[in-house]
């Protein structure tokens, strides 16, 4: 079935570093693809999707690009803050389904460090 | 706008007690979903509503939990009776139709079970 694999954390950057965070999809369809953020004590919350090959999603600095021939989703960020310190999920869901749930990642946690 | 509402945010209970969730979608989504975070993992769904009717439930351990929104509007997921393995996050969702390509969520409810 469908699945998101996502780079274990945590991941550790100084204010200002430059943040990549992997996510490689498997999907028999043609997902479309999210990342969302959980901050402590919140819910989720949608950062940027993209839902067609080579579409970018970008939102907050925060950037991803739909690469279907690596089957590939990577976030990044060209300057952290330590605002962005949080847990990121890549999740995926196929619009073509019957039900276009969301399957998520494991979840990377950030943490940014003055 | 209001976003999705859940009730209670915390909730801790001993092993074979029952409890109840509620969840109140954003005016006019049809469909609401449940979803199971447990620590250290990404959500996963349990159970999808197109209005009144269930859309998916087949990750939905029937033995024990059970979810109803009977006029197509708030939700309710029932436990009964929990066991330790059920401790996580519940999370409610709702999106404007099946096929829209987000879901918007609420803060959760976290249950720890003891």
């Known amino acids: 079935g469908d699945s998101v694999t996502q780079m274990e954390g945590p991941v550790t950057l100084s204010e200002e570093a430059f943040l990549t965070i992997n996510c490689t999809y498997t999907?028999?369809?043609?997902?479309?693809l999210f990342w969302y953020v959980q901050y402590p004590g919140e819910g989720l919350q949608l950062l940027l999707k993209a839902t067609k090959a080579d579409d970018k999603g970008s939102n907050k600095g925060f950037e991803a690009t739909y690469r279907k021939e690596t089957t590939s989703f990577h976030l990044e960020k060209g300057s952290v803050q330590v605002s962005d310190s949080a847990v990121y999920f890549c999740a995926l869901s196929d619009p073509g389904g019957a039900t276009n749930k969301l399957i998520f990642g494991t979840g990377t946690l950030l943490a940014v460090q003055p | 706008e209001a976003g999705v509402a859940q009730s209670p945010r915390y909730k801790i209970i001993e092993k074979r007690q029952s409890v109840a969730f509620w969840c109140n979608p954003i005016s006019g989504h049809a469909t609401l979903y449940w979803y199971q975070q447990i620590l250290g993992q990404g959500p996963k769904l349990l159970i999808q509503?197109?209005?009144?009717?269930?859309?998916?439930d087949s990750q939905l351990p029937k033995d024990r939990f059970s979810a109803e929104r009977l006029k197509g509007v708030d939700s309710t997921l029932k436990i009964q009776p929990a066991k330790l393995e059920d401790s996580a996050v519940y999370l409610c969702a709702s999106s404007l139709d099946i096929s829209a390509n987000t879901q918007y969520f609420g803060p959760g409810t976290r249950l720890t079970v003891l």
């Open positions: 999907a028999t369809g043609y997902p479309s």
């Open positions: 509503f197109q209005n009144n009717g269930v859309v998916d």
